[in-house]
């Protein structure tokens, strides 16, 4: 697996640059993800501007992914027993 990260921030809020590496993401599945994403551009343009519905897993990643820790991780969500999960009105 090869990553192409950014390597000019300079024009990046201070916030942004601990996201330089990525995040692990749940990405919700339609119509709730339209639905949400409807939502957060009315309400919170400023965020859906930058990531689209999502329900986050991690914390941003302190480091760049590479075939080692890409197939760590993947190791460990694998080992995670299938659930379901019910969203409701938002």
């Known amino acids: 697996m090869k990553v192409e990260y950014v390597t000019d921030t300079s024009e990046w809020e201070k916030w942004q640059c601990d996201y330089r590496f990525g995040l692990i993401l749940?990405?919700?599945?339609?119509?709730?993800?339209?639905?949400i994403n409807s939502l957060r551009k009315?309400?919170?343009?400023r965020?859906?501007?930058?990531?689209?519905?999502?329900?986050?897993?991690?914390?941003?990643?302190g480091m760049e992914m590479t075939s080692e820790t890409d197939a760590e991780v993947s190791g460990i969500l694998s080992?995670?027993?299938?659930f379901?999960?019910?969203?409701g009105r938002p």
């Open 47 to 61: 965020s859906h501007a930058t990531c689209p519905a999502h329900i986050t897993l991690s914390d941003p990643l």
């Open 84 to 87: 379901t999960l019910y969203i």
């Open 79 to 82: 080992s995670v027993q299938p």
């Open 42 to 45: 009315k309400y919170d343009p």
């Open 26 to 35: 749940i990405m919700p599945p339609e119509p709730i993800f339209t639905q």
